[in-house]
């Protein structure tokens, strides 16, 4: 008999285990005993070499260093055919290590951490083979080597060397150019040739062992953004204030914080005594905040703490990874402990984490090879065992990950069953840990472009290189899964409010009570606020405040010129004689009027019996114009309602719209994002790729959902008449705090966001979810066009204006294509 759900995990956790047991081999390195050819340094003095090293401050956290480096070797070279074989060739690495080898690195280790955009070209020409060589790094290390070039970062200044490989010390240096990227250079020895503004520095025919060497001082926004990330001794300190420590977490207590507040104030806002669900739901949104606040804290200040105590201690070893591994593991218990109303999956999901942290531990203290410790390399059968600890253990993060955003956002409904959710995550997981295993492949040949796998140090490096990123993998995936935690946390907004409003107890409530708005305008500021970072150091706090400034703005002024806002019967607002009125009436009113409207333009004045009939209809216009507040016609009402009943309705329909018509820009912002130019190539590296990528996807598709929500709850309260025209104002609440985050950024020569594509992309989405609610308002008279276009001139009125104003939104995704198809994104810091 085959039990109920069983028959979908199963096979999943088949091939899940020999996903474990496979990838492992996958990657052993062969090694052959191969004798090193000799380079024939005699053979290469007449070798013509350039090199260039360009610094790029300005549009970067990080100072990026550019190496460029051309080599024209003799035909009769020993190894210069060798140079036109396949990358993967022994001999060809051979002998480009000959040419580009780094001095730094040594002759035992030949890891090489510089990044290649673009492949090395050689060409031959009878005469002479030419060799095209460029290499890119990024300043976060105290020493780097780049190209012929190796960088040092000392408290005081930076120093740039050339350091060419013994084989071309001899070679004819044609031209040395470094050029410091406006920065000003302090010394410079040998005296240089030529220059321009002391930032561009060039020598001709260098002297063997006459090497340049330049040191000047680093703009101060790079220089800090190297300092507030930077273990290492001089700026140890500052590490605790910078963006992977107190600026990372204060996002989470900022968030946490005024979620608290809110749902305070909600639960004041509610008529008597809390009914059993409402305080449920209120107090899941206080532990879900103070969870957030927590898991902010633990995980940006942990490892702080961690370093604090080993120095306290004087531990020998470093035994961050296994902090790591009892965060993720807190992490996922946490989350499906809050998610998850099942004790059957509570008590399996406590047990496997208790077995998998026993195991680390024992590992730990009796040294074991089977997981990946601090002082001992894994063996061969615990890359398997490794691999499977890892799925297990991103199994339940993930698991915790799903109950959790279920519950949020399921408050009062059906939720999920474990049958779904526990393959779910487990793909999820196996999904996570295949892209690492993948990103290391990818990383290993970079890192190891020019060794020959016969070297007998090659296997020795591939085991210490494994090990070490199976060691840091649970440090790699942590801050992604909890961006991942935190771009949910707003949604609970959504699921408390499925449950507390006050429009259920006051029917005359046509908009959210000040405390509901004072939640959404919460929920639109931690979900869309810039998340900038300035001098290495949180500016969140500026850019949350305006966003919540521009969306009270944006409220205040709905709230003194909207159409159900104007007051009406006893000074009350007119909407809250709408809202107790029938829907159908109002649309019958509405058509009513633009009907008479219709058969008097129509009309003329040749005969009295025209006239008349104009008189008439004169007289039903006026008097239809005059039962309501000055300014307001019966056209305006079913703009100003909205296509639901309710504000709720109204919400649920914006969101709803929102996510499904925001589904190409967050294909086409993804594709600029992590796709287009070099960004690809570093992610395709990275351990946790697979996390950001669905943090990037989640992110946009969360912020069109939040935008369309905050759109449709405030519908009735924001500026305009019509659904295009209240977007606006949504895209203004955005762009404020956008364009300010970037207008900082761009003075301070700091990393620049896609300013124009993203407000393009967002405007687009908010403007095509206007107009589809104004058409969902008219949806019953539908069945009296032909088409939609028909439908849409007639329910606008069409006149000038408006025809001027959907010409500028499609302006506007013309703009979004366009921005977002020519440009060309800064690689992202790895």
Request: neutral net charge; hydrophobic residues 50%; glycine residues 6%.
């Amino acid at each position: 008999m085959i039990r109920h759900g069983c028959s979908v995990q199963r096979p999943l956790l088949v091939l899940s285990l020999l996903l474990c047991l496979v990838l492992p081999t996958l990657g052993r390195a062969d090694a052959a005993e191969r004798d090193s050819p000799s380079c024939r340094a005699d053979q290469l003095k007449k070798a013509k070499v350039t090199a260039l090293a360009e610094f790029e401050h300005r549009g970067n956290d990080y100072s990026m260093l550019t190496s460029t480096m051309d080599v024209s070797v003799p035909a009769g070279w020993a190894h210069a055919s060798e140079l036109l074989l396949d990358a993967h060739s022994p001999v060809y690495r051979s002998a480009l290590a000959c040419l580009v080898s780094k001095p730094a690195l040594g002759q035992d280790d030949f890891r090489d951490s510089e990044w290649r955009f673009k492949p090395v070209a050689v060409k031959a020409d009878g005469q002479w083979v030419k060799v095209h060589y460029e290499a890119s790094t990024w300043v976060q290390s105290a020493f780097s080597a780049v190209g012929p070039w190796e960088l040092t970062v000392t408290k005081d200044d930076w120093r740039i060397t050339l350091t060419p490989s013994s084989s071309l010390k001899s070679a004819n240096w044609e031209s040395v150019q470094v050029n410091l990227g406006g920065q000003g250079a302090l010394t410079a020895t040998p005296p240089p040739a030529f220059g321009e503004g002391g930032t561009n520095l060039s020598w001709r025919h260098k002297q063997p062992g006459q090497d340049p060497e330049v040191t000047f001082r680093p703009p101060a926004v790079q220089q800090w953004n190297f300092i507030t990330t930077s273990l290492e001794a001089p700026w140890g300190a500052w590490e605790t204030w910078g963006a992977f420590s107190a600026s990372g977490a204060f996002w989470y207590v900022a968030s946490g914080a005024l979620l608290l507040v809110a749902a305070r104030r909600l639960k004041r806002s509610l008529a008597g005594k809390t009914m059993p669900e409402e305080a449920r739901a209120l107090r899941f949104l206080r532990w879900w905040s103070i969870l957030l606040i927590f898991l902010g804290l633990l995980v940006y200040l942990g490892d702080n703490l961690y370093r604090l105590l080993a120095r306290l201690m004087a531990w020998e070893f470093d035994y961050s990874s296994t902090l790591s591994v009892f965060s993720l593991a807190f992490l996922g218990l946490a989350l499906c402990l809050l998610g998850s109303w099942s004790k059957p999956l509570r008590v399996s999901v406590s047990v496997l984490l208790a077995v998998i942290l026993g195991w680390y531990v024992v590992s730990e203290v009796f040294d074991f090879t089977l997981l990946p410790t601090a002082d001992h390399e894994l063996s061969t059968p615990g890359w398997t065992v490794a691999a499977l600890a890892c799925c297990a253990l991103m199994s339940v993060c993930w698991l915790g990950v799903i109950a959790a955003g279920q519950r949020i956002l399921l408050i009062r409904e059906t939720r999920i069953p474990p049958r779904l959710m526990v393959p779910a995550a487990i793909t999820a997981a196996m999904v996570t840990v295949l892209w690492s295993y993948l990103a290391f492949e990818r990383y290993w040949d970079r890192i190891s472009w020019l060794a020959d796998p016969g070297r007998p140090e090659f296997q020795t490096l591939w085991n210490q290189t494994f090990d070490a990123w199976w060691w840091s993998f649970p440090d790699s995936v942590l801050v992604p899964l909890l961006v991942i935690v935190g771009i949910l946390a707003p949604l609970a907004v959504l699921g408390v409010l499925r449950v507390c409003r006050v429009e259920q107890y006051e029917k005359s409530a046509f908009t959210p009570a000040p405390a509901e708005q004072f939640l959404l305008v919460v929920l639109f500021a931690i979900t869309l606020a810039p998340v900038g970072n300035h001098y290495g150091l949180s500016a969140y706090a500026f850019t949350l405040l305006l966003c919540m400034c521009t969306a009270w703005g944006v409220l205040a002024l709905g709230s003194s010129v909207s159409v159900l806002e104007r007051p009406f019967t006893d000074k009350a607002p007119l909407g809250m004689t709408i809202s107790q009125t029938e829907r159908a009436d109002v649309l019958r009113l509405a058509r009513r009027f633009r009907e008479l409207q219709a058969r008097l333009s129509h009309l003329g004045t040749a005969n009295a019996a025209e006239r008349a009939e104009r008189e008439s209809l004169e007289a039903e216009i006026d008097r239809l114009d005059q039962s309501l507040p000055a300014g307001v016609r019966p056209v305006d009402l079913p703009f100003a309602c909205g296509p639901m009943s309710t504000w709720w309705g109204n919400a649920r329909r914006g969101a709803v719209i929102a996510s499904l018509v925001g589904l190409p820009a967050t294909g086409l912002l993804y594709w600029t994002y992590a796709v287009k130019g070099d960004s690809w190539t570093v992610n395709a590296e990275d351990s946790a790729g697979f996390l950001w990528i669905t943090v990037t996807v989640l992110f946009w598709q969360i912020a069109w959902i939040v935008a369309g929500f905050f759109l449709g709850a405030l519908w009735r309260d924001l500026p305009g008449r019509h659904g295009p025209t209240k977007a606006l104002f949504v895209t203004l609440a955005f762009a404020i705090p956008e364009a300010a985050d970037f207008l900082v950024a761009q003075a301070l020569g700091e990393s620049v966001p896609h300013l124009i594509g993203e407000i393009a992309a967002f405007g687009s989405v908010m403007t095509c979810t206007g107009l589809v609610m104004d058409l969902q308002t008219f949806q019953n008279e539908r069945r009296y066009w032909a088409t939609n276009a028909g439908m849409v001139a007639y329910i606008y009125q069409m006149r000038f204006a408006s025809v001027a104003f959907f010409v500028a939104q499609l302006l506007a995704l013309a703009t979004l294509w366009k921005t977002l198809s020519e440009v060309t994104p800064t690689s992202p810091t790895p």
